[in-house]
């Protein structure tokens, strides 16, 4: 259905969190979702003439050392090739259309030149070639990129700056409809909810275990020191949002902020799945504070309505970037064994496990290729840098229906579903994200993602 038009706000300043002075740049040459602009190939919009679509067009990005290759998700075939200097990252922007690059500097919107419009009751859908465009939002450290309900909450670990978005309009200048900086310089996540409610994570460099929840009026509603190492989010269905702690989760919901303890003294969870078809939440679980390089076999379900922590059982490990959720809500986990892993979240059974690739082992650094997990468009997505390919898998049937090799070796995944943007709809995994759409760094300075 048509998107509602929806209030910007002007951005609000938070007295009690420390006022933020400046304003991040918003670079010319801003993105546009109109097709008459982008069929007449307007320099500003677009590097070539848009073509309408019978349907939405789904494409991956997948980041690689260089640049960022464009995918057609039905095909698997490359749409483009965009050079890009140092280690990228990728974030969904909200708008069905652009990803966000956390780039040196700050976040840069990337056009995957596949969008909807909206007309009465029906739709018009749009093609066109993928660019980096000019709009940037400055950040010293870009962190976490959280979508929801229409907002994207970016986080700034170099400054604590806490930019809120609309997401309609993240690609061009009238995006900003809320700004805050925290007391202090940490990495850290905010979540704005529908009723302009925002969660935020405070701390410093050396530690973090604060959260705090702010009304559209800027009040307290709730408040929390009880989240050591607090890292990542995921929101579930009813809006309830998950943080990870080293000893459990913090879960906000119903106006306030319950802790769920590990059944560890240190049971840490750093990165999160949420799904708006499923009150759980999936998490990772580690166990072990020393550990360079813990390899988990088991995952976390956090029940947000009752509360509770459930640990799962996988035949192998998994990475930062091996969370994901179906369609339906399945919880899905990709193995070092090379399997899709699909779990119940309801009852924590192990449903299925989905040969995908071969076997792989977890680099040693972080920022190293691995094989990641993309959940878009009724499709779940399964990258393999040692054979520099990715495969495309039906869930429902259990099966791959589509495998291509790449040439380059694939690091991050992300994508836009090229449809118009349903209210409600979160982008990205992330959510991780970590989306997933959340990761980020962890106490012994590793990006945490762990």
Known sequence: MPSPTRHRPSARRLPALGLALSVPAVLAGCAT?????????SPETTSGPATEAPAPTPRLALTYDGGVVVLDAQTLDQVADLPLDGFTRLNPAGDGRHLLASTTGGFRALDLGAWGEAHGDHHHYWRAE???????YDAQEPGHVVVHEGRTALFDDGTGRVTVLDAAHVADGEARVRELT???????????????????????????????????DDHEVAASDACPGVHGEA???????????????????????????????????????????SP??????KVDPDAELERPTRVSLVDTRTATLTLVDLPASYTFRSLARGDDGEALVLGT?????????????????IPVIDAWEEPAEWQEPRPAVLALDGSVYVTDPATRSVHAVDVESRS??????????????SG??????????????????????????DEHGAHEHD
């Open 33 to 41: 979702a109109d097709p008459a602009a982008d069929a007449a190939g």
């Open 130 to 136: 993928p660019r980096l465009t000019d709009v940037a």
């Open 182 to 216: 925290t007391p202090s310089a940490h990495h850290g996540v905010a979540v704005a909810l529908a009723d302009d409610t925002l969660v935020v994570t405070e701390g410093t460099e050396e530690s973090r275990s604060g959260v705090r929840v702010l009304d559209s």
């Open 235 to 277: 929101v579930a269905a009813d809006e309830a949002v998950v943080l990870g702690c080293e000893d459990g989760v913090l879960v906000y919901a119903g106006g306030e902020l319950t802790k769920v303890a590990a059944p560890d003294a240190y049971g840490r969870i750093g990165n999160q799945a949420g799904s708006a078809a």
């Open 280 to 285: 759980v939440v999936l998490g990772d679980y």
């Open 337 to 353: 064994d090379g399997a899709l892993h699909v779990v119940d979240p309801e009852s924590g059974a192990v449903e299925a496990s």
């Open 400 to 413: 791959v229906w589509k495998s291509a090799t790449l040439d380059v070796v694939p690091n991050e995944i």
């Open 416 to 441: 836009v579903p090229g449809g118009a943007e349903e209210p409600g709809h979160d982008s990205g995994h992330d959510s991780g994200h970590d989306s997933g759409h959340g990761e980020g760094h």
